[in-house]
T-cell receptor, first 113, second 117 residues
Framework: DSGVTQTPKHLITATGQRVTLRCSPRSGDLSVYWYQQSLDQGLQFLIQYYNGEERAKGNILERFSAQQFPDLHSELNLSSLELGDSALYFCASSEYWTDTEAFFGQGTRLTVV | GDSVTQMEGPVTLSEEAFLTINCTYTATGYPSLFWYVQYPGEGLQLLLK?????DKGSNKGFEATYRKETTSFHLEKGSVQVSDSAVYFC????????????????FGEGTQLTVNP
């Protein structure tokens, strides 16, 4: 158990809908990362937050947004969902924003139908 | 930009066989290098890491050496077990300007390893 908690584990939704994925980092970790794992794109970095502020941005679509709350949990919001958004979404956390080592949650499997 | 290339899979071995999974990288800075493992239905777990040239990371019988001259970080294990069956990801992290930017992992494609008894 990495200490990173993601909910829900599975999510099935229709095209055009909006969903929110939640992540609670390890105790003491201030940095949260979101990654997308899909068959065609592999593992892609989406975004990083540190202590409530955005720190790094990767290949995140404009339809996607994230935030980190004062209690350090993070949410990834996916809107206007398309079939191609079906993927495994991982959250990871680390203590600092420059950490090279991150601990991953078990992921949320999103299926868009 | 940064990139990681892993040997194509899947890889199928018999128990106690020798394992090598090749990994090469391209990065502009001085990256840290990692191997992560993903067991079925689970998240990624850090297997080992190396933060500078010639460092050797090791864990659970797995080893990898950071080779700057060949930009490689090949994963090896002398005797694999059935329980090693999983997907293995090579990754790098390069923060760039440490004061202003964050960090991110760039992953390879992953290599599926199956070990038969």
């Amino acid at each position: 158990d990495s200490g990173v908690t993601q909910t829900p584990k599975h999510l099935i939704t229709a095209t055009g809908q909006r969903v929110t994925l939640r992540c609670s980092p390890r105790s003491g970790d201030l940095s949260v990362y979101w990654y997308q794992q899909s068959l065609d794109q592999g593992l892609q970095f989406l975004i990083q937050y540190y202590n409530g502020e955005e720190r790094a941005k990767g290949n995140i679509l404009e339809r996607f947004s994230a935030q980190q709350f004062p209690d350090l949990h993070s949410e990834l919001n996916l809107s206007s969902l398309e079939l191609g958004d079906s993927a495994l979404y991982f959250c990871a956390s680390s203590e600092y924003w420059t950490d090279t080592e991150a601990f991953f949650g078990q992921g949320t499997r999103l299926t868009v139908v | 930009g940064d990139s990681v290339t892993q040997m194509e899979g899947p890889v199928t071995l018999s128990e106690e066989a020798f394992l090598t999974i090749n990994c090469t990288y391209t990065a502009t800075g001085y990256p840290s290098l990692f191997w992560y493992v993903q067991y079925p239905g689970e998240g990624l777990q850090l297997l080992l890491k190396a933060t500078k040239a010639d460092d050797k990371g090791s864990n659970k019988g797995f080893e990898a050496t950071y080779r700057k001259e060949t930009t490689s970080f090949h994963l090896e294990k002398g005797s694999v077990q059935v329980s090693d069956s999983a997907v293995y990801f090579c990754a790098l992290s390069d923060q760039g300007n440490k004061e202003t930017s964050g960090s991110r992992l760039t992953f390879g494609e992953g290599t599926q390893l199956t070990v038969n008894p």
